[in-house]
């Protein structure tokens, strides 16, 4: 089975702050890490892998720098990696992601065998749309299976796969064809431990790097910022409220009076509430 | 990139800070239309808070508002129909068809494109719920038009264009994004980011039926069953009138009893900040913020909640927002209404004890007389 997995470097979030005058990113020194979402569509990729055989392939699009996340991937057990890395992808919306790497797979299915199942994690912490893998699988004409939890089976003589995916107030159990797309929920695995020769194997391993016109993309009209649909127009700080907390006076106040002062403020501003919390309590 | 500051000049957004003209295929797309979720029977809450959104921007624009409904024939279908009508759409675009019972993308999307590319819509709302995302990714991609995702802001322009505001940077700044030269302009929008707009009594106004041209042995993909969640409350929170939350002030997992206890004193549901769910001491779907749920309760009451970004973009819909924190410095004080600069492990359960006696039948007939 041939299973490619797409993923993202993204700045670890956690970590990047605002410039508190400027209102602009301070990127310098941020880690960098592999989108934590996709680490569970990688982990369910190798476990498919381990159960019925074949090869995985990751691919990221990025600046050069991206083939980190690539080797890291590697040193989990993926066996091929694949950079997808162009200065006219700069400034890709999703639309423009999806077609450039839904590209790039059409190319490693060319070179390495057509993909019987590709999968993305859920979103990415910086994007946060959840766009990119519906739009490959529609550019893919792939069935597309999304907040994926659980493989429950696969047969690969009769093309069929089981799985059941969250969705609105429960699990939806599904039964769909290969090859699919498959966007994986979080929490639903655990990456493993890469082993000592995945590591060294990551280390010593080429990177496949492909260029837009290596990858096959002939229309560079639909890269980059040519091939978006949307423009960012304005980047800014949220507006902060003007009026700070009214706070409840505490200086010589046992608990329970503090806590009769606060239910009291409470319902002087909301009025409506002390008989609908009454009902609601009884 | 441009900065919140006043005192620069904005440049001139929208179109006309593009000097371009939207391409002739597109001049006849018109209107705005709201994607009506409706899954095993029941319209999601979000279409509606959509609709009241979408009728602000169709005003402006002067034109109408429409919903798209998809289901199966039968009476919920035509009752998601008449409350499409009663939360403000001047018509409706509607694909009935047994097909459509359970969602699955490819019917779905190949309905909802169907419908846009016959009848043109210039705006697409969709709800960003799990159906909703599914869903506009898909049909994005097949229309080749731009995608907003998450959106916490919709307005329009003095030229028309959709200006879609949504966080970015982990939530730490907001950004406009625009789809210019593309129609439909499609944008998603979270469960309870925009108010609940007031449901109206209308009669059905004009309906206008689409076939289908999908048959079912067509659709690969099938629906082998469904599993609703056992736990009903984690469902509610997101439409709960009171919430009370913990962070990680609280210290510990077993602090969070209190919080529970709390709000099972006053009727709430609970939630709490995104690195209780990390350390495993609350399910996923009890977070309340930009990657959890956002709330609009009557009453918010965090308790150990510092007041990330993050966690403010979820709760500021909150009618009242009460802030339990021993730093008085803590962010959660400036947007708060209320605040309390104490212990919360050693005030809660103060707090639940006053609720109680307060909301007591005893005085309850106190409050009557
Ligand atoms: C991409 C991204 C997405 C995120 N999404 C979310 C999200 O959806 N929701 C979310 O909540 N967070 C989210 N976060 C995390 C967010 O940035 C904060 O880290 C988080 O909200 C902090 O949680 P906290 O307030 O519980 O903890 P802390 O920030 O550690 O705050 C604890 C607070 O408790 C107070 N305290 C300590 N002891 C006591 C006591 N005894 N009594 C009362 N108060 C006490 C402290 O003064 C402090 O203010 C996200 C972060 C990123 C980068």
């Known amino acids: 089975m041939h299973i490619v997995v797409s993923i993202k470097q993204v700045p670890d979030s956690a970590q990047i702050r605002v410039h508190p005058v400027t209102n602009t990113i301070m990127r310098q020194g941020v880690p960098t890490i592999i989108n934590p979402y996709d680490l569970f569509a990688l982990e369910e990729a190798l476990r498919l892998r381990d159960a019925y055989g074949g090869e995985v392939t990751v691919l990221t699009m990025g600046p050069p720098m991206a083939e980190d996340c690539l080797r890291k991937a590697l040193g989990y057990g993926a066996d091929r990696a694949v950079l997808l890395t162009d200065r006219y992808f700069a400034g890709s919306d999703t639309l423009a992601t999806s077609f450039a790497l839904s590209q790039a797979i059409a190319k490693i299915g060319e070179m390495f065998g057509p993909p019987d199942v590709v999968f993305t994690g859920k979103q990415t912490i910086d994007g946060d749309t959840a766009q990119v893998g519906p739009g490959i699988a529609k550019r893919l004409d792939l069935f597309q299976l999304t907040y994926v939890a659980k493989i429950a089976s696969i047969d690969l003589a009769a093309r069929e796969i089981t799985v059941e995916r969250r969705c609105e107030g429960g699990t939806q159990k599904l039964k769909s064809r290969l090859p699919c797309l498959i966007t994986m929920l979080e929490g639903t695995n655990e990456m493993r431990r890469g082993s000592i020769e995945d590591a060294l194997c990551a280390a010593r391993s080429r990177i496949v790097k492909w260029s837009a016109a290596e990858a096959g993309i002939e229309d560079l009209t639909k890269c980059g910022l040519r091939g978006s649909p949307t423009v960012v127009k304005r980047v800014f700080a949220p507006t902060p409220r003007s009026q700070k907390a009214v706070q409840i006076d505490t200086a010589e106040k046992t608990l329970r009076d503090l806590a009769d002062e606060l239910i009291g403020a409470i319902f002087t501003r909301q009025p409506a509430l002390e008989p609908e919390l009454a009902f609601e309590a009884a | ?369």
């Open chain 2, 1 to 369: 990139m441009s900065s919140a500051n006043p005192e620069t000049p904005r440049p001139p957004a929208g179109r006309a800070g593009m000097k371009k003209e939207l391409p002739e295929r597109f001049r006849d797309y018109r209107h705005v239309w709201v994607f009506i979720e409706l899954e095993r029977g029941q319209v999601h809450p979000v279409s509606f808070e959509l609709l009241g959104e979408g009728r602000k921007l169709a005003d402006k624009l002067g034109v109408q508002l429409a919903g798209a409904v998809l289901g199966p024939p039968g009476e919920a279908t035509q009752n998601a129909v008449a409350e499409a009508f009663a939360y403000g759409a001047d018509l409706v675009y509607l694909v009935e068809a047994p097909l459509l019972a359970d969602y699955r993308n490819e019917p779905f999307a190949k309905a909802m494109t169907d419908l846009v590319d016959t009848y043109k819509p210039e705006i697409l709302l969709l709800g960003a719920t799990t159906l909703g995302r599914d869903l506009a990714g898909s049909v994005a991609t097949t229309l080749l038009t731009g995608l907003t995702a998450d959106c916490t802001e919709l307005d329009v322009d003095a030229d028309g264009s959709l200006a879609a505001t949504r966080p970015t940077f982990g939530g730490s700044l907001l950004c406009t994004i625009y789809t210019l030269n593309y129609r439909p302009q499609m944008a998603t929008v979270r469960p309870r980011v925009m108010p609940m707009p007031q449901r109206a009594d209308r009669a059905i106004g004009r309906v206008i039926a689409h076939k289908l041209s999908l048959a079912e042995d067509e659709i690969v993909t099938k629906v082998l069953g469904f599993l609703p969640d056992s736990q009903s409350g984690t469902a509610n929170l997101a439409y709960a009138d009171v919430v009370v939350a913990g962070g990680l002030g609280l210290g510990g997992a077993e602090n969070l009893q209190l919080v529970k206890s709390l709000a099972r004193a006053i009727g709430a549901e609970f939630g709490c900040s995104r690195p209780l769910v990390q350390k495993g001491w609350m399910p996923a779907d009890r977070q309340i913020g930009q990657t959890g749920k956002t709330i609009r309760p009557k009453l918010y009451i965090a308790a150990g909640i510092s007041g990330a970004i993050q966690h403010r973009v979820g709760v500021e819909g909150a009618d009242l927002i009460v802030a339990i924190n021993t730093d008085p410095n803590a962010p959660i004080f400036d947007f708060a209404h209320l605040g309390i600069v104490t212990d919360a492990v050693r005030f809660l359960p103060a707090l639940i004890e006053a609720f109680t006696r307060r909301l007591s039948p005893h005085s309850r007939d106190k409050l009557a007389s």
